[in-house]
């Protein structure tokens, strides 16, 4: 095979021939030549990481008619280092009474859970960390992970505002994560199998966006509520709760949960891509090498983050009340209904000609959508006349 | 070799990672620890009375119904897997299945549980 | 010994001591957060085992709802965290009795029974283990009454915590 083609495969196989050379036994050196892929992975990840610094800060900057960093480099690239070279030097204040080994564990377990999720995203055809059977609910158990770091950091602060703050986060989190599971069974169901790849290779004749797009958009709402930013971020958000859970969190256990979160944010614009846009997948682009299917995935998993960041600068706050009663109330059964309508199409036009098939899936989920709009617009009218209608008797009674 | 190895591996570096950054800034960053800096933020002023919050009970109970969707979303699973090879039967199965949660979580919408009071 | 022995080993050490931890720590939370190690530990377990579906789903029910919830039920009902009792009542005498009487009970029993020097069986590849549990979900001759029944027992677990609040309310 010739290294355009795969060329992990071959420097790993080259390498692996080298140690053997040196007399290591080959299981040990296949072991030691994963460990250095994996290395190498995480290590462009921390890189692309940083950078992600950059584009959000000038971005922001942009979304609000400024011009973000530019001092330091040619547009303010050297400035993310100059962030983390500060981080790095700032004081580790631990506050008193606070649980040492919760407390420096978290922003850990936070990082490695973000880190982790890369183990089962597919890259290029052949390039993929793990290629497991259960990938798409790995997802779901990385965010467990996440999940449990911040109540880690919430309780072992020592600090009403952060125990609030990881608490609330920790009940938006854990509710918006039902909505993200049922849309997760959508390409479940339109590729048959929870394999990354095999959602992608089954993107081939038309990407899944174009078959769900509610799904794409419900799936879109999950994740953003799942990393905590804006319009859900009243956990953090800095002029309610000052930081929520990471308030004594000070250098570089901050820059962790800082710079965890946007990796996390680009990890789910990723998981966006590979879900409902094809991965790697661009008119057949992807198979003349893999040096031109990392730069596509790359691509759409930025235009994700991209939308992401948009959805974060343009829309205010909502309170937390609000953001519970909107998922269990609707988000929730919307998704289920989603599910089953999906479910019940495939099977009844399974046999039908693609055509049909896409054309009614996409008309089916904005019919839902547009239903779903409806009644959440007539019982808030019928609420707000309630409301109303109680103001104006009493105005009455007093006149 | 069992796949799972790797997601060991994955785990073992991506725990190595923060480790090193937190390591790294506990050896460049000075420690000057003082009584004032230890203390905890409360808006700027002195922390008063013990860290417990009244805790809402509200937060049980959203993390109970999340419980129950969770199980069921893990028993969809599978059923979302095979579903491009059953037929009409199974769809029925699941959505009956599905329709049953749903009534659960309507009662417990209409009986005002889901209310963050 | 096989690798696969010594990993096998080393986790079955390692989530035996967390399940210790759990019940002798004096911290409640630091409790439920070696409960969440132990989980791990039997979610690595499954993985030895080639059930990669059964320990993800440990992680996301087990550790990503149960073990949230006891955090919630823990910060619910204590006010003060630490268990200030003593470690052993009067009768430690008779619990160490009955434990070791049921050890050596089991021993005996498991000692007899000589899958205990097997690996875990070679999985023939190709084997689609999530879906097959699948088809067995919704199959009339498999398990598609358990699987109705699943959703029903939920539904009566919402309804008595609906039920529980309520009435506290």
Known sequence: MSFWINPLKVAADWLEGLLTGWGLDPTLAHVLVAFLGVMLLIVILMVIDIFLVWIERKTVARFQDRLGPNRLGPFGLIQPFADIIKLIIKEDTTPGGADKVVYNLAPILSMMSVLVVWAVVPLAPVMLGVDLNVGVLFLIAAGAIGTLSIIMAGWSSNNKFALIGGFRQVAVMVAFEIPMLTMLMIPTILAGSMNMNDIIQAQG??????LSPLGALIFLIAAIAELGRAPFDLAEGESELVAGFNIEYSGMKFGMFYAGELLHAMTFGGIWAILFFGGYRFFGLELVSPFLAIPIFLAKALIGYWIIMWVKYTMMRIRIDQMLIFNWVFLTPLSFVLLMVTALLNVLLRDASTWVYAVSMFASNLLVGWIALEVARSMSKKERTKG?????SLRRGVG | MNEWLYVAL??????????????AGFIFGPKKANPIKKSTYECGIEPVGEVWVQFKAQYYIFA??????DVEAVFLFPWAVKLGQLGLYAVVEGILFITILIVGLVYTWRKGMLEWV | ??????????????????????????NLIHAALW?????FGVAVLYTLLNAGFMAVVQVVVYIGAIAIL???????????????GPQMNRNWWAGALIALLTFAGLFFLLSGWGSASRVAGVIPSGFDAVGQLGEQL????AYVLPFEVASVLLVAAMVGAVYTAFNRK
């Open chain 1, 205 to 210: 004749g038309r990407w899944f966006f174009l």
């Open chain 1, 388 to 392: 109303e209608g109680n103001s104006l």
């Open chain 2, 10 to 23: 994955f785990v073992f570096v991506g725990l190595l990672i923060p480790v090193g950054a937190i390591a």
């Open chain 2, 64 to 69: 109970l119904v999340f419980l129950v969707f």
């Open chain 3, 1 to 26: 010994m096989s690798a696969e022995q010594i990993i096998f080993l080393v986790v079955g050490v390692f989530t035996l001591l967390a399940g210790l931890m759990v019940v002798t720590t004096r």
């Open chain 3, 35 to 39: 409960l969440v190690a132990t989980l």
């Open chain 3, 70 to 84: 006891f955090i919630f039920a823990v910060m619910l009902t204590r006010r003060d965290l630490r268990d200030r």
């Open chain 3, 138 to 141: 919704v199959s009339p001759q």
